[in-house]
């Protein structure tokens, strides 16, 4: 995989750089309530333009259908991006179209525009491999290089991430050569202890991934939503908890292989429960009470980790060489469920291991509950991509780079 330093060093001035970054932030109506993903693509765009580049940058937000929609448009992506570069980035209002040539064409060396949303195009995202080359084919039209570096869409094949870098000299940006690093630091000659802890709602989301960490990990710690199919699975009432009952077959066996394989799997052993789902808008009080993990009330909901695990976990965090989280604990968004989370987050950051934070929900609670981003080894751009890695499948964007 050829990097951007090698491009740096064959010269870039007066070339246009297709820079396909993810700039998919969260907005509350046009205001930006994460520029993190904008931040992690700066030092790409910034050593493009200072070396005379003639920067395009494009990206997805959002789920639109595949035709122009202002609720998930990048102008607030593009103004925040030139607010970090301290200098004008123009907005192109289309993707392939004639605001997008124009703009294109107006640029002079070192300067920097900004694609519309390239999902509001369906060539983007089709199924069709016809229809995603006919946009790859416009797209490439707008550029001489291709670099990538939206490390959270590279398990996408889609036409920006998997057609167009076929398409143009290809290059892959800091960001990406800086995930694709501390990835193989988790799959490929891991210092141990090895310990990973996993949270978020859905287990079915992470089973392929628990499957290939039974064979690589020393512990297993499971919180979250994911964590009452596991204590389902051993027999406890988990009253109104999130629950996948088609899950619980797998999660046995995997139970079962971390014995056989020596793998330490720790789940809760208290939790904080609740009659009602917090209210995330008014964060008004929720007065959970904690009960064990094995004592849930048939009328209640498990929405933390309780003290005695938050405890637990730091405690089988605390001697890791390696350690990989990805999922919050609990319901962190309020309050009285953050704990959990924010005990997790500590425990990393009081590590003397190389710690990574994989992206997606877990990046955003380290955000907002107030943690300095630099106290973690990594923190990436991209959950899903992360444990598609980590699953061992080929990702398209990676692939697509490589060639």
């Not at 607030?76 to 993707?95: C, I, K, N, S, Y």
């Not at 292989?257 to 330490?264: L, Q, S, T, Y």
């Not at 009602?276 to 993990?293: M, Q, S």
């Not at 997790?344 to 992206?359: E, H, K, P, W, Y």
């Amino acid at each position: 995989m050829k990097t951007i330093d090698e491009l740096l060093s064959e010269g870039v001035a007066g070339k246009r750089v297709f820079v396909r970054a993810d700039l998919n932030v969260p907005l509350d109506g046009t205001t930006i309530t994460d520029d993190g993903r904008i931040r992690a693509v700066l030092p790409t765009v910034k050593a493009l333009a200072e070396a005379g580049a003639r920067v395009v940058v494009a990206s997805h937000l959002g789920r639109p259908k595949g035709a122009p929609d202002p609720a998930f448009s990048l102008a607030p992506a593009a103004a925040r991006l030139g607010e970090l570069l301290g200098a004008q980035v123009r907005f192109a209002e289309d993707t392939v179209g004639t605001s997008a040539e124009s703009t294109v064409a107006g640029l002079a060396d070192g300067q920097v525009a900004v694609l519309e949303n390239l999902r509001f195009n369906a060539g983007e995202t089709s199924k069709d491999d016809a229809e995603r080359a006919a946009f790859a084919d416009r797209l490439a039209g707008l550029a001489d290089v291709y670099v990538g570096d939206g490390f959270g869409a590279v398990h996408r094949k889609h036409a920006s991430v998997f057609d167009l870098p076929r398409r143009l000299p290809h290059y892959a940006g800091y960001l990406i050569a800086t995930e694709v690093g501390v990835l193989k630091k988790l799959t490929e000659d891991v210092q141990r202890p090895y310990v990973v802890a996993l949270g978020g709602a859905k287990v079915s989301d992470k089973l392929a991934v628990i499957d290939q960490l039974l064979d690589k990990a020393d512990r297993l710690l499971i919180g979250g939503g994911m964590a009452y199919t596991f204590l389902k699975a051993k027999g406890y009432e988990v009253g109104i908890s999130l629950l996948q009952e088609d899950q619980i077959p797998a999660v046995t066996e995997y139970m079962e292989r971390a014995e056989k394989n020596g793998v330490e799997l720790v789940l809760p052993v208290d939790v904080l429960v609740s009659r009602e789902f917090p209210d995330l808008k008014t964060k008004a009080p929720a007065n959970p009470t904690t009960v064990a993990a094995d004592a849930i009330p048939a009328d209640q909901e498990g929405l933390d980790i309780g003290p005695e695990t938050r405890k637990l976990y730091a405690s089988k965090l605390a001697d890791a060489a390696t350690v990989f989280w990805n999922g919050p604990m609990g319901v962190f968004e309020h309050p009285d469920y953050a704990e959990g989370t924010k005990a997790v987050a500590q425990a990393l950051v009081d590590s003397q291991g190389f710690t990574v934070v994989g992206g997606g929900d877990s990046a955003a609670a380290v955000r907002t509950l107030g943690f300095d981003e630099k106290a973690f080894g990594h923190i990436s751009t991209g959950g899903g991509a992360s444990l598609e890695y980590l699953e061992g499948k080929t990702l398209p964007g990676l692939a697509a780079l490589e060639d």
